[in-house]
């Protein structure tokens, strides 16, 4: 079993030296709340930036604690923390696009910091580990580290929201961000929301297929999955009743004078909503002044970013709106805000959530917010009521909560106004279904669920194509072909035996090609198939003359060697769709000057290929999103090929036209598929294990093994030809042999004894 090396941009402590001394902080945020556990019960390492100065006794204090610092230079530290994550990722992920500004300088420093983080992990793995990075602040590294790390296992936790993609795409460097991603096995996001703009950027801006929530890409496979953080709630349910804590309590208890508690707690962001909160607070007192005297809101409120203008400016605005507040309504002793601008021991938290008859949770958006699980699972007398925001990602779990809209602030002073009545009754009936679900999922169950999930897909991932030397594989191809017996070769034709021609009629093969097919289609025991996406007098013009089988429209249509008639191979396909599928790519016609439609038995295809080309991706992209969106619920199949889109039957696809030819042409032993594109992954991913299917060029694929051009392709079909018949060579030169004495064929079959008949021939026959 490896090690678990958790990463994240702050280590989880601080160091204070006073005099000879060099203590540890635990820091106070999420990230750490949900971490924390994990690294004090498991054999891991964690590394992450100090934030300060380094020298030997603060390196050897960390390593005590099994922490690994990344020292950073200054000005790239604070461009990379202050510049892109919180000044540009922070708030654009968190919606508020007008406070995100981008300053390419300060993406070089991300960059550069990803780059000294993956640095650093390489230095510190071993075979074996597993790397789990986390958050926003290092989205580059682990594509980085699969870079440096290529069979490495990778996880990558997100722990803020990952924004709609109409927001996300704002950002000038997203597609940078998402290929970053990329290299990692599995991201982990806290909800399916999240998963799901995930899954569209992808789509959207990279131009990805996401099937079963996994990106191919060329290195292997992503999977995106959903894993809301918990939080060690025993621990809070127990806290409470320390006499730490009780005693704190009874403390609170006498300064709120029979007061009704709301409280708040939030690290000071724009993103919580403190200053909506407190109007909302103040409207109530406005609108129901009998709470005026009876109720005290408590703000806690813990410093963080405080060198950025934003967060100095919210300071100011909270300080203010309090203070205004407390001048409308509160006498001398009795204010109706309490503020406390620090961070507070966890006795202390503890026993404010056991004096809070309400807790406001109420953030504009928050990736999910441990506050509102740590008040629920403080709560053992399941009394108390909580106000929560929708825009949590925690709402989604925590249903009995009293859901608002942070930005509705008279329905949020109704909502503070029902939760202050709320009878104990309700309460116990709300508080102990929540109590309930925060229970049942810890932190420590949240991390042994996503390290399950990333040792379940990692090793599938990295993809076979990457494997062994180029030279070896294909002289074990060369040689499985001239050995077997009754082999099979699946060809598409555009982009793989033949390149790209601005009009798909100028495409015709050349005669070298159709030489060589020739000479395949004689091959005694072979098969030949050309399986393509055109459509049947196409191919039937070009290839008809050939003794090979013919698949036209993706295998929606087969004509058998030797014949003349194509077959519909499956004819009850309900074709209602093709109209309305007709008229978006119209739509899309007339807004992209160059394309075109081609109109096939089996379905459509747009292509682009003459269009200008930035253009044709965009609205490539689009329109696949598109098709797939309006008509998810009818029949078709949406496939983006190379600079074309299609929609084709469900079902029908090249994977499905593998399968129906092996039952037609019955059991080989031996099998090549080669194609190019997005609908040659679908028989890519048909084949069995030992077949040998070939991507050629760049990109996503499935195949096993990978070739550059069509010319390639054809080099290794023409050598592969030359090897079966320097083998059927070599077996006649045996035949002609006269016979050994009996003594050298028992010598002989010792020899071979075990291995197939054609390879036996031609060792004997070199002898
Ligand atoms: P945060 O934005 O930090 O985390 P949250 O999840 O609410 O938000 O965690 C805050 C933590 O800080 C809690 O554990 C809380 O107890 C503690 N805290 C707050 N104020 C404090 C104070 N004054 N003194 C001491 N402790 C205080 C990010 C995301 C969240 C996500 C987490 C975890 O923004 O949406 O829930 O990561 O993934």
Known sequence: ??????????????????????????????????????????????????????????????????????????????RHYEGFSNGVLWPLFHYFLESANFDPQDFEAYRFVNQCFADVIANHAKPGDTIWVHDYHLMLLPSMLRQQLPNARI??????????????????????????????????????????????????MLGREVDDDAISWEGGRCHIRVFPLGINAAHYAELGQSPEVQRRLRSWTRRVAHRRVVLGVDRLDYSKGIPLRLEAYRRL????????????????????????????????????????????????????????????????????????DVAMVTPLRDGMNLVAKEYVASRTDNTGVLVLSE????????????????????????????????????????????RHRVLSKDARQWSRAFLDTLSSFSGRSVSASTSGSPRGWQARLHREFAAARRPLIVLDYDGTLTGFAAEPGHAQPDTDLLVLLQKFSKVRGLEVVLLSGRDRDTLAQWFGHLNIHL????????RMRGKEEWNEIASDFDHSWLPAVEEVMISYLARTPGSFIERKHSGLAWHYRKAEPEL???????????????????????LKGSCVVEAHHQGIGKGWAYRTLLHRLGKRDFVLAAGDDRTDEDMFRAVESGVWSIKIGAGVTAARVRLESPEELRTLLALALEARSRNQEASRTLTAVPGPSKADRAKSAAVTRGSAGPRRSRTLGKR
């Open 1 to 78: 079993m490896g090690r678990l090396i958790l990463v994240s941009n702050r280590l989880p402590v601080t160091l204070r030296r006073s005099g000879d001394e060099t203590t540890l902080v635990r820091s106070v945020g999420g990230l750490v709340a949900g971490l924390g556990p994990v690294h004090d019960s498991e054999d891991s390492l964690w590394i992450g930036s100090p934030g300060g100065e380094m020298d030997d006794i603060r390196r050897k204090t960390l390593e005590k604690h099994r922490l690994i610092p990344v020292p950073l230079p200054r000005e790239k530290a604070r």
């Open 155 to 204: 996880g990558f936790f997100l722990h803020i929201p990952f924004p709609s993609s109409e927001v996300f795409r704002v950002l000038p460097v997203a597609e940078t961000i998402l290929e970053g991603l990329l290299g990692a096995d599995l991201i982990g996001v806290h909800t399916y929301d999240y998963s799901r703009h995930l899954g569209t950027a992808y789509r959207r």
């Open 285 to 356: 007192l406005i609108s129901e002044p009998q709470w005026r005297k009876q109720v005290l809101f408590l703000q806690l409120a813990v410093p963080t970013r405080s060198g950025m203008p934003q967060y100095r400016r919210l300071r100011q605005q909270v300080e203010q709106k309090i203070s205004h507040i407390n001048g409308e309504f509160g006498d001398p002793g009795r204010m109706p805000v309490h503020y406390l601008y620090r961070s507070v021991p966890e006795q202390e938290l503890s026993a404010l959530y056991l004096l809070a």
């Open 391 to 434: 825009f949590a990602g925690v709402a989604s779990e925590l249903g009995e909560a009293l859901s608002i809209n942070p930005w509705d602030l008279d329905g949020t002073a109704r909502t503070l106004s029902r939760a202050l009545s709320m009878d104990p009754e309700e309460q116990k009936e709300r508080m102990s279904a929540l």
């Open 551 to 558: 698949m036209a429209e993706h295998g929606f249509f087969l």
């Open 616 to 638: 044709g991706r965009r609205q490539g992209l689009e329109l696949a999103h598109h098709l797939t969106e309006s008509f998810a619920n009818r029949p078709l199949r949406v």
